[in-house]
């Protein structure tokens, strides 16, 4: 299994600001993604983050407003630009390992003025 | 398309009787299926998966599930409900898109445990 944190685990931002959220693994997995979870909804994959390279975005989702780096193999960050009210979300960080579990961090709840 | 079905918003249980939060599917090839529950305010966490084998697969906290390939189907059982259980449960499947796995998911089934 492996242990996932995210940092900030909640926040409220401006109109207009940016957010970078941190996602931090115990194990070097070999799968990272990023989600987006109304309370109470189901999951929006976001985009797959790739070691090495640029992530790879779901319809919808753009690099320019969320851009994620992926370092290396335990960590990876979500920034989420030039916020709007209908950013507000719950943003999750997910690893796994290819076909297997993906393990979920805490998430982070932003709220957007 | 593939996708997952979850076609109960919510299931209502009194504790200590037994509980099923059902999941259906449709993907082409063998399907990997998981089941993820969600407490308040909390992240998701894993509680079973069927790859390949046994068609009943036992997790965490008592949960089983049943894989019949014939229904599409992968249902969560648990013999005896408790208040505890009350949280939000997702099923997933994974699939392969572009040369890697990703999960689709179920709405979610708000499951409720009455005392």
């Known amino acids: 299994s492996a242990v996932i944190s995210q940092k900030p685990s909640r926040d409220i931002c401006q109109r207009g600001t940016s957010l970078t959220i941190q996602c931090q693994v115990d194990?070097?997995?070999?799968?990272m993604f990023w989600y987006r979870q109304q309370p109470g909804q189901s999951l929006t994959l976001i985009a797959t983050?790739?070691?090495?390279?640029?992530?790879?975005?779901e319809s919808g989702f753009v690099i320019d407003k969320f851009p994620i780096s992926r370092p290396n193999l335990t960590f990876s960050t979500l920034t989420v630009s030039n916020m709007s009210p209908e950013d507000s979300s719950i943003y999750l960080c997910?690893?796994?390992?290819?076909?297997?579990?993906?393990?979920f961090g805490p998430g982070t709840r932003l709220t957007v003025l | 398309a593939q996708s997952v079905a979850q076609p109960e918003d919510q299931v209502n249980v009194a504790e200590g009787n037994p509980l099923t939060v059902k999941c259906t599917y449709s993907v082409s090839g063998n399907p990997y299926l998981f089941w993820y529950v969600q407490y308040p305010n909390r992240g998701l966490q894993f509680l079973l998966k069927y790859i390949t084998g046994d068609n009943l697969v036992k997790g965490s906290y008592g949960f089983e599930a049943e894989f019949n390939k014939s229904q599409t189907s992968f249902h969560l059982k648990k013999p005896s409900a408790l208040v505890s259980d009350s949280a939000l449960y997702f099923c997933a499947v994974s699939v392969l898109r572009d040369s890697n796995y990703q999960l689709i998911w179920g709405a979610g089934t708000k499951l409720i445990i009455k005392p």
């Open positions: 194990s070097q997995v070999t799968m």
């Open positions: 997910s690893g796994g390992y290819t076909t297997d579990t993906q393990y």
């Open positions: 983050a790739n070691q090495g390279s640029e992530a790879t975005y």
